[in-house]
């Protein structure tokens, strides 16, 4: 449901980045960059095709003096297969899809001064699910469900401000809020469940001299998961309750534009509120849970040849390591009140050879991810590994 009506571009960096941006960086991080800025222009989009899709988006973005800003909405709606269920004959429906989503930003930046910004999206998707109305060789299909529908909203706000202390050492600070709440409706009747994470982060960069520099900070997450179908002793719903802090530090060294050293280190505090029992779940009662975690990551590479060269060499290498505790709806849907986080070690080498000017680029990378503690249902085919719901492997 991710609309990318008004991206302007996506990076990503590969590997375990808990050092720098903790929980939950276990395979990579993906930073989706927003269109903002520069001279004002506008752009729209209508696409069409079978099953009754259609797409429409519109954005906008540009600077005026010391304000800049950038925005964009999307629709998109599908009718999906509105066909004859092979399993009976029987027409089908409530596959339909819609989709909604409008986000902004707005920032203000005063010469070798503060720059913030504020940034908001809005989303809801809709979504029919049928069933299974293919073929039927088990005997299993009852018809096509023309009630189970599945709603989804998505609201964002988040601000971020800079403030260069001198030409040496900035501050950043950023704040962000996510409510996330869906609906789904069976025909056993509706049933509701909702995330609400509230995130901030404190940076100091620093320019120690002209080949090194660091960063140092704190972070925190904190999250609240609820669901109809989690209650607790009285059979009332509760709401599962988590909280991340982070301290981290980073050192970055420069030798000759030649040699890149980058290393850093993040400790991680996880806790986790008690959790009420629930005999029909058959989840015994949950004490806190806190839990400590250290992170490091090196990374440093190497250019064989001089600077500015039209055809270049570059080694590079890396070694680091990463967490994800269990978020609020895998804590909520077992009964193992020791289910441990996910954790992630990776070392890589590779180089990169660049051609004329760097228009051209041949690069190969070896690398080893050992995952360990990865948290998998435990279903009927697994039934005598384990006596809980979930579990670790």
Same mark, same amino acid.
């Given at each position: ?59 906008? /973005?540009?600077?005026? @003096? ?7 909405? !999307?629709?998109?709606? %599908?009718?999906?297969? *509105? =066909? ?125 001299? /002209?080949?090194?520099? @660091? ?7 904190? !999250?609240?998961?609820? %669901?109809?179908?989690? *209650? =607790? ?146 279903? *009927? ?13």
């Amino acid at each position: 449901h991710l609309s990318v009506a008004d991206v302007d571009r996506i990076e990503i960096v590969r590997g375990p980045e808990s050092a720098l941006f903790g929980s939950d960086a276990i395979g990579a991080v993906v930073q989706i960059v927003t269109k903002r800025g520069g001279r004002p222009h506008a752009d729209a989009l209508v696409e069409g095709g079978s099953q009754g899709t259609a797409r429409t988006t519109i954005g906008a /973005s540009g600077s005026s @003096g010391a304000w800049s800003f950038g925005g964009g909405a !999307e629709h998109a709606r %599908s009718d999906g297969f *509105t =066909g004859i269920a092979p399993a009976d004959g029987e027409l089908v429906k409530n596959d339909d899809y819609h989709f909604s989503h409008v986000s902004g930003t707005l920032g203000w930046q005063r010469p070798n001064g503060p720059d913030v910004l504020v940034s908001g999206n809005l989303g809801r998707d809709e979504r029919g699910f049928p069933g299974p109305f293919g073929s039927d060789p088990a005997g299993n299909f009852s018809g096509v469900d023309t009630v189970s529908r599945g709603v989804n909203d998505t609201r964002q706000i988040g601000a971020r401000i800079t403030h260069p202390w001198s030409a040496n050492v900035r501050q950043r600070i950023e704040a962000n809020y996510t409510d996330l709440a869906g609906t789904f409706t069976s025909p056993y009747g509706p049933s509701t469940s909702g995330t609400r994470r509230l995130d901030g982060r404190l940076q100091e960069d620093a320019a120690f001299t /002209s080949s090194l520099g @660091g960063s140092a900070g704190v972070e925190f997450l904190r !999250e609240s998961g609820s %669901s109809s179908y989690v *209650t =607790g002793a009285a059979d009332e719903p509760i709401a599962i309750h988590r909280a991340t802090t982070g301290a981290f530090a980073e050192l970055r060294y420069v030798g000759r534009e030649r040699l890149f050293v980058t290393g850093g280190v993040r400790i991680e505090h996880i806790t986790r509120d008690a959790v009420e029992p629930n005999a029909d779940a058959a989840r015994p009662a949950f004490p806190d849970q806190t839990l400590d975690s250290v992170n490091p990551k090196i990374a440093a590479s190497y250019l064989l040849t001089r600077p500015g060269s039209a055809a270049s060499t570059r080694l590079r290498a890396s070694a680091g390591s990463g967490i994800r505790p269990p978020d609020a709806f895998e804590i909520a849907f077992t009964d193992n009140p020791n289910l441990k986080p996910e954790r992630n070690r990776s070392v890589d080498a590779g180089v990169e050879q660049q051609f004329a000017n760097g228009a051209y680029a041949l690069s190969a990378t070896a690398f080893s991810n050992s995952y360990n503690d990865l948290i998998v249902t435990v279903g *009927t085919s697994l039934r005598g590994a384990s006596r809980y719901q979930t579990d670790n492997i």
